[in-house]
């Protein structure tokens, strides 16, 4: 090849970001996610069943939309991947989190009702539809405005946990269990949400299916346990939830993590993950 040619990557790469670029701007997103001011394409449209009233969050995988379902009349969330992410892995892990829920029922885990395909700018996205959950917060979000006592936020955290052996029970193992991810409605009704990265664990021994390709971090550092880091993703149980339910329990008890683990240390927290808080907080309620 002569030396000033472009490569077949390069020629690719030139044809795919223009569309990329346009489908992306379609929606309000630029290609790492950023919001840019223009209309939402998909704000009054019919998707599952269900019309597109409000954007009302954001995640890493996609949008969630407020939506009025129309059989049965009732408001549920609407999830659209983003743009953005259009790799195999990326709608494999998305279409799992819809199959994964569907398989769940407890009263503290968010129910799924529809899933599908949604046709955005002339792409088609994946999309599910689930149950909405107005006016929550992030459970240590709620915990300090109600200046819950000791005994009340142990009781809560007694309703997460029997949330997440449901889970354990039918073979699943949620991999990302943090405060975000934990909604207490204002009645103190409590609900998990996002089992996007969720893993499914067969009954028999080989029977395993995960949804992290070999040597990807799939999780939140500052809750991940050691095994996590691991690039062995067949060290992964659930054991990994009990972890992160013990640091959450901590923060709750605490009002702050136990370790100190910024963003940016997550690869120093792969070989390292045991980073001390300064001090040693008392339980202050």
């Known amino acids: 090849m002569n030396a000033e040619s472009p490569s077949r990557e390069t020629v690719t790469g030139a044809r795919i970001a223009p569309a990329l670029r346009g489908l992306t701007e379609a929606i309000g997103l630029d290609p790492a996610g950023a919001a840019i001011p223009c209309h939402d394409p998909l704000l009054g449209q019919h998707i599952g069943g269900a019309t597109i009233a409000r954007l009302i969050a954001e995640g890493g995988m996609g949008r969630v939309y407020e939506g009025l379902q129309h059989q049965p009349k009732r408001p549920v969330a609407v999830k659209v991947m983003r743009p953005g992410l259009v790799s195999r892995e990326a709608y494999r892990r998305f279409a799992h989190e819809a199959e994964v829920l569907g398989k769940l029922r407890h009263p503290c885990i968010a129910q799924i009702f529809s899933a599908g395909m949604c046709d955005v700018a002339g792409a088609q996205l994946p999309y599910f539809v689930m149950e909405y959950i107005p006016d929550a917060l992030p459970i240590t979000q709620y915990a300090v405005q109600q200046a819950l006592p000791a005994d009340d936020l142990l009781q809560l955290f007694k309703k997460l946990c029997d949330a997440v052996a449901h889970g354990h029970a039918h073979g699943v193992i949620h991999r990302d269990l943090k405060?975000?991810?934990?909604?207490?409605?204002?009645?103190?009704?409590?609900?998990?949400?996002?089992?996007?990265?969720?893993?499914?664990?067969?009954?028999?021994?080989?029977?395993?299916?995960?949804?992290?390709?070999?040597?990807?971090?799939?999780?939140?550092?500052?809750?991940?346990?050691?095994?996590?880091?691991?690039?062995?993703?067949?060290?992964?149980?659930?054991?990994?939830?009990?972890?992160?339910?013990?640091?959450?329990?901590?923060?709750?008890?605490?009002?702050?993590?136990?370790?100190?683990?910024?963003?940016?240390?997550?690869?120093?927290?792969?070989?390292?993950?045991?980073?001390?808080?300064?001090?040693?907080?008392?339980?202050?309620?």
């Open 179 to 285: 405060p975000s991810n934990i909604l207490v409605e204002p009645a103190g009704g409590l609900k998990i949400i996002d089992f996007g990265v969720a893993r499914s664990v067969g009954a028999g021994p080989g029977s395993m299916t995960s949804l992290t390709e070999m040597g990807q971090l799939i999780g939140t550092a500052q809750y991940m346990s050691p095994e996590q880091f691991s690039t062995n993703s067949d060290d992964i149980d659930g054991r990994s939830d009990v972890y992160a339910l013990g640091v959450i329990l901590y923060e709750l008890l605490t009002g702050r993590p136990p370790y100190a683990i910024r963003p940016e240390q997550i690869f120093e927290a792969a070989s390292r993950p045991w980073i001390k808080s300064s001090s040693h907080p008392q339980i202050w309620r």
